[in-house]
């Protein structure tokens, strides 16, 4: 193929977007930043009441770009390359003479620190001077911060403060502590050297003690030179543990790789200790400011879209993004009694309370299918990892019980169709408001009760009657005729949606369908789906085409969501395999234009696995098990179940290869396992 040999996991451009917020952002679960920007950010910062809340702006020392003396006689090449392999951004000016680089990154050891190097190595023969320009224009200001500069610390400026507003009155004044190397207007590689490199540091804490303490591990590895070293390992490692990649078109890989790139940046290295999440925003820890990607509020977007993917890859941030659930629930118990209703109802834009944040009230009234995808988060990780103890002792029960209160609460019984009824909602598809019976709302609803009902027989807790009366009898709307499912009551076929709303049914959101009904959603959605939509809405299709073997169709729905893939540092992320009750399932089928695909450290029930496969063929490996405790596993093939291959309970490193026929799936589960 064209493409095979080319790299992936690096994007090159000879010079920068035009538009800023498309530039590389540097992020680790603490910081980030985008290169270039005066605005950093600190993970749970926010600044400003209820609907105004954001992200708070925090000076950027950072924002610094190396240029050359004007008349330096030299012609100089630009190249700017984000590294996914070591997370840092990299701008290099090469002439016959010298190169000059510099690298930021946000340290993914120390998530405390950012830092920025500047390196000058002599080409020709010579020894006269060699002097380059640090442009930066940092201001110790911001809107957001009653900020003041305090005595230096090891070299190390000071600046300090608190948020202006808290997101709830009465509520407390985060507090800000950051200290920062400067950086000096030149950088001079004197006569007779060959080479020179300077770093730059910025370290952010919650507390004076803390910002200090994590300067002083900064500087102890900058002494022994070992600064970038420490976290360009600490990628390595977490790449090592798992990946995505394809037999496939550059563009398709980059956009993979990209995709989990930007993802895993927000995570936390795996074992780190004490790690508090924040929640997981769509736009990144480097935006959210005011009037900038939703103010770095978290939606459905972290449950739905997001969550799979990291459960997978790091159960243990996956598990993190879930408590951070729970110590909303307050607010989320809170936004229900407002409405009228009992149990919880998560905000459909959080922060730091659980409180809706929404800037715009219908979003937070109607939108309650949030919920549905809260506690499906919960589903997932118990099916896949049975940590039994985050519902027992910490919490996750509670928000599993207060969804199923709230859902028995909002319904309403319909005498004329026997049916319960979830009126004056606004679906995924958010150019109708006000709707009854949103069909994608209310399977999550139906979803929601039966997994509340069977965590409450597995905990040993009482299953109140109505959470599976209201799950059998609420209303799933269908048309016989068309051989389709209506988005809501009274829905036309030919009105236009905004985005993949009842095509989620199947995937992301279990929930049976025969193939001719899928087939047919997938038809009367996909014409009248508008262009201008979300980037993730084609990638849903896509999936829809793939489970009916269609991968021409697939490729096809799959190319449109390029079109949301900026350049040159690309963003885009999908991701398919499913777990249930029943174990793993892994469908693989390639797009057209794609011949293999290899998905490394995938988590499942305390072991880890890569999955192969190409047409054909399928390839399963144990790669590492985390103790005696893990249950043994076996893959079967279904629904034919005429090949098994259990794998020893002993041994990492097992590997498993079998030959599927047409139709076939993998299902990995527990040994001996249910069977279907």
Not at 152 to 165: V, W
Not at 272 to 291: F, K, Q, W
């Amino acid at each position: 193929m064209e493409d095979a040999g080319k790299d992936a996991t690096r994007f090159t451009a000879r010079s920068l977007p035009g538009d800023p917020r498309l530039l590389a952002t540097v992020t680790n679960a603490y910081l980030g930043t985008r290169v270039y920007h005066e605005t950093l950010h600190v993970s749970g910062v926010y600044n400003g009441a209820r609907g105004d809340t954001h992200r708070a702006i925090l000076p950027s020392p950072l924002n610094v770009q190396l240029e050359a003396p004007a008349g330096s006689g030299e012609q100089l090449t630009n190249t700017f390359v984000l590294d996914t392999n070591t997370g840092s951004f990299l701008h290099t000016l090469e002439g016959p003479s010298f190169r000059a680089s510099q690298r930021i990154y946000a340290h993914r050891t120390l998530p405390h620190v950012l830092a920025c190097s500047v390196s000058i190595t002599r080409w020709a023969t010579g020894s006269w001077p060699i002097t380059v320009l640090l442009q930066s224009a940092f201001s110790p200001e911001s809107p957001d911060l009653d900020l003041q500069l305090g005595p230096d610390f090891q070299g190390a400026r000071y600046l300090y403060g608190h948020t202006l507003t808290p997101e709830q009155p009465g509520g407390a004044q985060q507090e800000v502590h950051m200290l920062w190397t400067p950086v000096p207007p030149a950088l001079t590689l004197g006569e007779g050297e060959e080479d020179g490199t300077w770093e730059f540091l910025t370290v952010v804490g919650g507390s004076q003690a803390e910002a200090q303490a994590c300067l002083v591990d900064a500087l102890r590895l900058q002494s022994r030179r070992t600064l970038y070293a420490a976290h360009a390992q600490a990628w390595a490692q977490l790449w090592a543990g798992c990946g995505l990649d394809v037999e496939g078109p550059l563009r398709l890989r980059q956009a993979l790789r990209g995709a989990l790139y930007y993802l895993l940046s927000a995570l936390p290295q795996p074992g780190a200790p004490e790690y508090v999440c924040h929640g997981l925003s769509p736009g990144g820890l480097s935006n959210g400011s005011r009037d900038e990607c939703y103010w770095g509020h978290v939606f459905w977007d972290q449950d739905l879209w997001m969550f799979p993917g990291v459960l997978m890859l790091h159960p243990e941030a996956a598990r993190a993004l879930l408590q951070y659930r729970i110590r909303t629930l307050s607010g989320a118990l809170y936004n229900a009694q407002n409405l009228g209703y009992q149990g919880a109802k998560f905000a459909w834009e959080s922060a730091g309370s659980g409180l809706e944040v929404c800037p715009e009230a219908i979003y937070g009234t109607q939108e309650i299918h949030i919920n549905g995808a809260v506690v499906l988060a919960f589903r997932l990780y118990y099916h896949a990892t049975q940590d039994l103890q985050l519902f027992r002792e910490a919490g996750g029960w509670d928000v599993v019980r207060a969804v199923a209160e709230f859902w028995c609460s909002r319904v309403e019984w319909s005498p004329e169709e026997e049916k319960f009824h979830l009126k004056g909602v606004m679906p995924p598809d958010e150019y109708h408001s006000g709707v009854n019976n949103s069909v994608y709302t209310n399977v999550l609803v139906q979803n929601s009760l039966r997994f509340a009902a069977a965590l409450a027989q597995d905990l040993g807790q009482p299953v109140p009657n109505q959470w599976l009366v209201v799950a059998d009898k609420i209303k799933v709307p269908f048309d016989p005729k068309l051989n389709f499912h209506p988005e809501f009551d009274g829905y036309q076929p030919g009105e236009e949606v905004k985005q993949a709303d009842v095509v989620l049914l199947g995937y992301p959101v279990p929930f049976p369908l025969s193939p001719e009904v899928r087939r047919q959603n997938l038809e009367m959605y996909e014409a009248v789906t508008s262009p201008h939509g979300p980037a993730m809405t084609w990638s849903m299709f896509a999936v829809g085409w793939m489970e009916l073997k269609d991968p021409g169709r697939a490729w096809d729905l799959l190319e449109r969501s390029f079109a949301n893939v900026t350049e040159p540092f690309k963003v885009w992320t999908e991701n398919a395999d499913r777990i249930t009750e029943a174990g793993l399932t892994f469908d693989p089928m390639c797009p057209a234009g794609v011949s293999g695909v290899c998905v490394s450290g995938i988590s499942y029930q305390g072991s880890k696995l890569d999955f192969s496969f190409s047409e054909g063929s399928v390839t399963v490996e144990v790669t590492a098990r985390a103790g005696p405790w893990a249950p043994r596993l076996e893959a079967e093939l279904w629904p034919s179940q005429d090949t098994r291959s259990p794998f020893p309970a002993q041994l990492a490193g097992y590997k498993g290869h079998t030959c599927r026929k047409q139709g076939q799936q993998v299902l990995l589960q527990e040994f001996p396992g249910k069977i279907f």
